[in-house]
């Protein structure tokens, strides 16, 4: 317990407008320029103790705030999430996968029925000629074997051996051709 005496100097000194003031005037003159220093610094370590205890309090009502929009199983449900998206994504990349696979065997297919042309064409050879070319060549042509058998039966001997032979020599010639032609096209 307090001694009386004690009680009535702090009440006499209380009472005394400047005395507070003076008592710590009278404390900084004891004090040494180092503890001047710490008292600073530990002024500095509570003002840091203050900062310290407000960031901890926001990250408090920022973890709260967080549990109130997404539950204290947040991570949970964006990971759901995240997973029913790979999901979806994975099924869709097998879709197209899919749907591409078809549409290869559908080119191959094609390709296929008009391989044996491709195998029979050269660059080097005569590759196109027109209908209308083709079919003057062909009229010429049998024009012309006609004009050879007929001109073959007049000037022979016997006119049926002439005439067959005629036919027999425009057979053979007419294969020979077509050979030609059939290599060069």
């Given amino acids: ?8 100097t702090a ?38 103790q203050d ?37 979806e994504l994975k099924i869709k990349e097998a879709t197209l996968k ?18 044996d042309i491709k195998d029979k064409t050269n660059e080097s050879k005569i590759i196109f000629l027109e209908d209308f070319t083709l079919l003057f060549l062909v009229m010429s042509y049998l024009f012309m074997a006609s004009i050879a058998v007929y001109v073959i039966t007049i000037t022979s001997d016997n006119p049926a051996n002439g005439f067959f032979k005629a036919i027999l020599g425009a057979i053979v010639v007419t294969i020979i051709v077509s050979m030609v032609m059939y290599n060069i096209l």
Avoid at 98 to 115: M, Y
């Fill in 51 to 87: 900062d310290i205890d407000h960031t901890k309090n926001n990250i408090t009502n920022i973890i709260n705030m967080g549990n109130q929009m997404f539950g204290t199983a947040g991570h949970n449900i964006i990971a759901d999430e995240i997973k029913k998206r790979a999901d």
């Fill in 1 to 8: 317990m307090a001694s009386p005496d004690r009680n009535t």
């Fill in 11 to 48: 009440a006499t000194s209380r009472a005394t407008p400047n005395a507070v003031n003076d008592l710590y005037t009278k404390i900084d003159s004891y004090t040494t320029t180092e503890e001047n220093a710490r008292h600073k610094e530990l002024i500095n370590i509570f003002k840091l």
């Fill in 98 to 115: 899919n749907e591409r696979d078809k549409k290869q065997k559908v080119i191959a297919s094609n390709n296929r029925d008009f391989s």
